[in-house]
């Protein structure tokens, strides 16, 4: 079958601000989120790509913009069930409010049993996310043979759905994973089983340094929060 490179957005104005954008209008890339989506088409130059699928939202759609001028040829699929996680009520909000939040242990610990008021589950978010990938799986490879690369671009929480699903681990366990904006993850997929092929690859190891970040308390930062500095 496919193999799939997942691509997290570029650096946004809300992971900036410390807000989580959720699906608020207007969310733009900021300027190293420009820079890191100027660089996405010489890091991919090696990798043939069938076709690019994105989130309808305006930061996955900025990300894929220069790789899109560089590959004239390029079909671009928008899928809705890649967006981002509705977070409802909590959308707008600013993250260090959030953590106080009793919900927040919840999507922290126990996230299959988290839903946001007004908006949706984690476990729907994860379910709408998986199938759309099976379909594109199954779409990709009926119409470019089962060698074939495409790419989606999405969002932090949707990238570590896709590969939670992919490594067999429960939607409760994928708070684990950590994907900086602009990272690039592949999964190559197969009759048997997926193989996770890269993880949340930028090429730059600066955010292994230590620094001071709502993760250094254990807690994962929802919606995925704004890499390195």
């Known amino acids: ?96 409010e959030l953590n106080d939040e009793p919900l927040m242990e919840v999507v922290q610990g126990h996230a299959s049993a988290a839903a946001f008021p007004g908006g949706e589950s984690m476990r729907a978010m994860q379910d709408r996310a998986v199938e759309a990938v099976r379909d594109w799986n199954a779409r990709v490879e009926a119409e470019h043979g089962e060698d074939a690369t495409y790419l989606m671009c999405s969002h932090g929480d949707i990238v570590k759905a896709i590969v939670a699903d992919a490594l067999g681990l429960h939607l409760d366990l994928f708070q684990r994973i950590h994907v900086d904006p602009c990272s690039v993850t592949a999964i190559r997929y197969t009759r048997l089983r997926p193989f996770l092929l890269r993880l949340g690859d930028t090429g730059d190891f600066a955010g292994f340094a230590p620094r001071e970040h709502p993760g250094g308390s254990g807690t994962a930062e929802v919606g995925g929060g704004a890499g390195a500095p």
Not at 19 to 44: H, K, N, W, Y
């Open 1 to 96: 079958m496919a193999t799939l490179i997942l691509v997290r957005h570029g650096r946004s104005t809300a992971n900036t601000s410390g807000v989580l954008a959720g699906r608020t209008p207007g969310i733009a890339l900021d300027e190293r989120g420009a820079a890191q989506a100027a660089a996405l088409p010489g890091r991919l130059a090696d990798v043939p790509l069938a076709a690019a699928v994105t989130s309808p939202l305006q930061r996955c759609r900025e990300t894929l913009r220069p790789l899109l001028d560089a590959r004239p040829g390029l079909p671009l699929h928008v899928e809705d069930r890649i967006s981002e996680c509705d977070y409802g009520d909590w959308s707008g909000r600013k993250l260090a």
